[in-house]
């Protein structure tokens, strides 16, 4: 009896932590799945391995804040294309991690054109 009540107090079954770097792979991919969004790197990004999406999140207990950069496809709606990066990365980071979303801060770095991200061989669905 005392072992089902000690399996039952959810302080005695440890912690939960959701390391930063996993918060923001999953922005980085749920990023991606909007239209037009594409991986991107130029100039001393190629070099460093810095491309576009990236984010960088800020985790408090259970909130988190996110910002991301993206890149967009030439002749999308930038502004259409910002706000559906926001609602993608907010329900990602809401389904998959849990934690509470107090904002999504969208910037759009660069407009490629089209295919670019194809001829420079990168993957635009490519996730890891």
């Known amino acids: 009896m005392a072992d089902e009540e000690i399996a039952d107090d959810a302080g005695s079954r440890g912690s939960l932590t959701i390391r930063d770097k996993a918060v923001e792979r999953v922005a980085f991919a749920s990023a991606l799945e909007a239209d037009g969004v594409v991986r991107y790197s130029h100039g001393i990004g190629k070099l460093t391995g810095r491309e576009l999406p990236r984010a960088d ?19 999308k709606p930038l502004s259409g294309t910002a706000a559906e990066v926001r609602r993608r990365v907010t329900h990602g980071l809401s389904e998959l991690s849990g934690l509470t979303v107090d904002g999504v801060d969208v910037h759009v770095h660069s407009v490629v054109p089209p295919n670019e991200g194809r001829a420079q061989g990168i993957s635009q669905r490519t996730l890891l």
Do not use: I
């Not at 999140?57 to 002749?75: C, I, K, M, N, Q």
């Open 57 to 75: 999140v800020v985790v408090s207990g259970d909130h988190v804040r996110a910002s991301v950069d993206v890149a967009v496809e030439w002749g």
